[in-house]
């Protein structure tokens, strides 16, 4: 049975600008988000695509995997499925808010999330998850909520799904050098390519696999086809490592996104 699912909100922190008391914030909260599961269909080779259909009330907004240095990146357990291998979130391209060194990325109108699922078998595939993610209106509010359902073992293609498949950012391939300097508290990283302008003022964002490292807005420039962005890294006084060729970087711009993974010293 697939059911939507209102956010329910588990654990509530408000940021520090809001003047509302916490009841206030918690019936927002209610009220600011709808997550409705899609069942999607089974691929040839097993795997199944679904997705989440997140309705935001107008006014709020919601985040990117990479939320910027002013949001609240998502986190998504799905531990207590059945007939489940993994879950990977498929992230349509997102918007870029705020000023330079004050970033958040994300939605601020209703989108589609696909999941792609690699299954154990052919049956049904039992959904149980728990997501940890912010929402911000004149608030920025960190919320769980818990969302289960049965995904069938045939199902139907989605036009939403589908379209919000293609709407990822563009995988590409392209010669990235990346510099890693010390810094007084960290490392800073340096990567310069030449690619074609995404649009406007872009944003670069910096993903490596350790999340113990945070990760700073890069500082973007761009000459002509040139393209150099800059992020200071810290791990909270300890020891540091950078595997180049596991350092993902997303270029979005005001006409789309592309996606390079690797980069060479």
């Not at 259909?53 to 002013?70: C, D, F, H, M, N």
């Not at 000023?99 to 999941?115: H, N």
């Not at 789309?256 to 010293?265: D, I, M, P, Y």
Request: include cysteine.
């Amino acid at each position: 049975m697939i059911r939507s699912f209102r956010l329910v909100a588990l654990t509530v922190v408000a940021a520090a600008l809001s003047p509302l008391p916490a009841q206030a914030q918690l019936s927002s909260m209610a009220e600011a988000v709808t997550i409705e599961l899609m069942p999607g269909w089974r691929q040839e080779d097993g795997s199944h695509i679904a997705g989440l259909r997140v309705s935001l009330e107008p006014g709020w907004k919601t985040y990117w995997r990479s939320a910027g240095s002013a949001g609240i990146s998502p986190r998504m357990d799905w531990r207590g499925s059945r007939n489940v291998r993994s879950v990977t979130p498929l992230w349509p391209t997102p918007s870029v808010f705020g000023p330079p060194g004050a970033l958040s990325i994300g939605y601020e109108t209703d989108f589609v999330l696909p999941l792609l699922i690699q299954t154990d078998s052919r049956g049904p595939v039992q959904l149980s998850g728990q997501l940890d993610i912010g929402v911000c209106a004149e608030i920025c509010v960190p919320a769980s909520l818990r969302l289960a359902g049965e995904l069938p073992a045939v199902g139907a293609p989605s036009v939403d799904l589908r379209d919000a498949l293609s709407d990822r950012p563009q995988n590409v391939t392209a010669n990235v050098t990346c510099r890693l300097g010390a810094t007084e508290d960290g490392l800073r990283l340096t990567a310069e390519t030449r690619l074609p302008s995404q649009g406007g003022q872009e944003a670069v964002v910096f993903e490596i696999p350790d999340p113990s490292i945070w990760i700073a807005d890069a500082v973007v420039t761009r000459e002509g086809d040139r393209l150099s962005a800059a992020s200071d890294l810290l791990a909270g006084g300890g020891p540091m490592s950078v595997d180049r060729g596991e350092v993902r970087i997303t270029v979005i711009g005001q006409d789309g996104a592309v996606e390079l993974q690797g980069c060479t010293g």
